[in-house]
């Protein structure tokens, strides 16, 4: 239960912060409006590493579903605590996006695109386009995983940090085709609290998208876990 709460704050943290610094920068009237990209990609990075400084020392600071399942492939986590890792990592996504609501809440009416306001919640492709959308999370999802695993364990003062930097570099250099989700959480649970909020103004939730933030990340996360696995294994037999 300890880990169900941990997981729970830490990824209401980084959706606080991380849906957050969006918000700030797409409402209208918002002191951030029209920061850009750089912004959003730095705000998330210290979303990552403020949550992950919060809970590392409880539950690992996994705040990731791909992170977790990588985690259990790779024999870190037992795969019987994977759904309290998960199940606290949904219910902290959903509980920071109406946080986020309820802090920018007079800029939703003031706000005209119903798209913007999507944005706030979950990530949407720049060109819809389903084999490479799936890809772009996979690959991005590959990076953030193996470069955690190449990192190591939470427990060293600099590793939140360090973790926050490749997020801001995965951003920056990968995020463009679809908004980096790289994690299913992340982008599900406030997708899921977009669509029953009281937004003023809002449109469609895009459910014909939301699969590809949570399948290709999950993809990703395995596949950076094994090849992770492969190579440590291989060198330590060379």
């Known amino acids: 239960m300890d880990n169900f709460l941990a997981e729970t704050i830490g990824t209401a943290i980084l959706i606080i912060l991380g849906d957050g610094v969006v918000a700030g920068v797409l409402l209208a009237r918002s002191k951030a409006q029209n920061a850009g990209w750089i912004v959003i990609t730095f705000g998330w990075g210290l979303a990552v590493a403020i949550a992950v400084y919060a809970v590392a020392s409880i539950s690992g600071a996994h705040i990731n579903p791909a992170v977790t399942f990588a985690l259990a492939i790779n024999g870190v986590t037992p795969w019987a605590d994977v759904p309290l890792y998960v199940g606290g990592q949904f219910l902290g996504a959903f509980i920071g996006a109406v946080l986020v609501w309820l802090h920018y809440l007079p800029h939703w009416e003031v706000t005209d695109d119903p798209g913007l306001k999507l944005a706030v919640f ?66 599900l649970g406030p997708r899921i609290a977009h669509a029953v909020l009281p937004i003023a103004g809002k449109g469609s939730s895009d459910w014909e998208y939301s699969w590809i933030p949570v399948v290709g990340p999950l993809i990703g996360g395995a596949v950076g876990a094994l090849a992770y696995t492969a190579l440590f294994t291989n060198a330590l037999g060379a």
């Open 122 to 187: 979950s990530t949407g492709p720049a060109i819809r386009n389903t084999t490479a959308n799936l890809i772009s999370e996979i690959i991005g999802t590959f990076v953030l995983v193996f470069g955690v695993l190449a990192v190591g364990g939470p427990s060293a003062p600099i590793t939140p940090l360090v973790v926050g930097f490749l997020v801001v570099a995965i951003g920056l250099s990968l995020g463009g085709p679809t908004g980096y989700a790289i994690n299913p959480a992340r982008d």
